[in-house]
């Protein structure tokens, strides 16, 4: 079986995925109920050499609830065709792991522009009249 190639540098091999096929379901009459063109992809990930341990949490957190068992699976039944519905399954694993293994970007801490200041402090001065306006009269006044 091929390997599946994620990014640079990482590849899942072959051998750590698992196949499933089946009928489609749905619409198409006697083709959709007899021929299993429904593609089905799996990859343990908890047993796999492919990643090692600090990727593996990596992908454990931001795959989340994508794992059952430590496991990732991806289907695809879109084509009549068995063939084209596994190259659709391998690219979305793919680009599932690749999208869970990318960096976050750092965030950049920046101030509030002058207007929104402007306008929070306008409201806030306007919520403190309308609860002031509320408030029973002075007996001094």
Known sequence: MADLYVTEGVVVPGAELRWRFGPTGGPGG???NRAA?????SFDLASSAAFDEAAKVVLRERLGRRLSGGVVTVVADET???WRNRVTARRRL???LAEA???E???VATTPP???RRRRLAAKRARSELK???RPPDPEE
């Open 114 to 116: 002058r207007g929104a």
């Open 37 to 41: 063109t429904r593609a089905e992809l």
């Open 80 to 82: 009549r065709s068995q």
């Open 30 to 32: 006697q083709h959709a």
């Open 94 to 96: 793919a680009a599932l």
């Open 132 to 134: 002031r306006m509320r």
């Open 105 to 107: 970007p750092p965030r």
């Open 101 to 103: 293994l990318r960096p």
